[in-house]
Structure formats: C-alpha cells, structure tokens
C-alpha cells in the first residue's frame, strides 16, 4: 500500500493537532506518562509520520512550550486590562497562574522532568530554548511597564521559574519541606519579587 502525499495544508493541521494535544497531555499527564505513541493514536498518525515533524519527544516538547508563550502574554495583557485590580494585584494574580498551572491551563515541568528534556536536546537546540525563554520574559516585564534596562529578564525568569518548580516539586521531590506551607511560602516569594519589580517601576 502506497503512503498517503499529505499537502502542506495538511501537513500544517497535523502539526497543530499534535501541538495542541501535547499541550493537553502534558498539562494532565507529565512528560513521563505522554508517549508518542497516544499521541499518535489522539491524531490519528504512526510514529514515522510524527518524527517527520519532530525529530524526538523532547524537540517536541519544546516546541509546544513554545506554543504556551503567546498564551501567557496575553493573559498577562488581559490583567493589566483590568480596572478593578491594582499593578500589584495584577503581576501577583499573573504569578500565582504561573504557579498553578495545572489549574490554569499552563504547562509546567518539574525538575527531573527539565533534567529529562534537558539531557535529550541538542546543544542549539537548548540555546534556541533559551533566547525564546528570555524574550518571553522580556516582553512579559514590558506588559508589567518595566523596560529591560530596569530589571533583566533572566533574573526575573530566574526568579518565577524557580517558585514553580518548588512549588511543583513538593513533596514527591522536596520532601524535607514542608507541603502544608507551600502555598504560603509562594506568596511570600511573590510579594519579594513584586516589592522588587515595584521599586524599579517607582524610581523609573
């Protein structure tokens, strides 16, 4: 039996398909428990057809956290929109959907899961991961109404990321910490950093 010509139109929905699947499983399942496999079967693909995408789960991975990107400008653009809400309730309700992204519909990887994905990428790979890391938080502070030249964006990705994985991390990986004090050792952690990003914004 001859293999299907997709057209490039085609080719495109399938992509879109499998990015927007792997946005949905990994939010739900993890890395670990997303196989290419269900996510061939979801779309209706075999594993030959996805690696003429993708050439790894992780190249894959990546790329639908960079599909995510958008999304989180835009709900940081939409808070900033919000009359009722003060800056700081703003940045602090924009950190806290970070954190819970499992409730916000945000992908976020634990700490084996990045060591994982990590240790699988190609070094051009992780420095393109990188350059997109860094204009995500960059243009994230420019919606905060913070320039770059007030506060480095690698610093502040830095700061937020490592709230989400410790957060994420307690207890199956922290468990010395204490998980009944997560929440509140976020929030104290957030207002850190927005007292921070608001002394900038004020000597601006």
Not at 93 to 105: I, M, N, T
Not at 130 to 135: A, G, L
Not at 168 to 183: G, H, Q, R, S, V
Request: aromatic share 12%; net charge neutral; charged share 25%.
């Amino acid at each position: 039996m001859s293999r299907k010509a997709y057209s490039d139109d085609e080719r495109k929905q399938i992509r879109d398909k499998l990015i927007s699947t792997g946005l949905e499983f990994l939010g739900t399942y993890g890395v670990t428990q997303t196989s290419v496999e269900n996510l061939c079967k979801v779309v209706g693909i075999s594993k030959t057809f996805f690696y003429s995408f993708f050439p790894s789960k992780e190249e894959f991975i990546t790329q639908v956290l960079y599909h995510q990107q958008p999304k989180l400008l835009e709900h940081a653009k939409g808070l900033m929109k919000q009359p009722d809400l003060s800056w700081r309730d703003k940045i602090k309700q924009f950190l806290w959907d970070c954190c819970r992204g499992e409730k916000s519909g945000f992908v976020v990887l634990t700490m084996k899961e990045e060591q994982a994905v990590f240790q699988r990428l190609t070094s051009d790979s992780f420095r393109v991961f990188q350059q997109k890391q860094i204009r995500i938080f960059k243009e994230v502070l420019t919606v905060f109404g913070l320039p770059v030249s007030t506060f480095d964006p690698r610093l502040f990705g830095n700061l937020v990321l490592a709230m989400i994985m410790v957060r994420k991390a307690i207890p199956e990986e922290m468990p010395f910490l204490f998980p009944e004090m997560a929440d509140e050792m976020v929030e104290f952690q957030i207002n850190a950093v927005i007292d921070q990003l608001e002394s900038f914004r004020n000597s601006k």
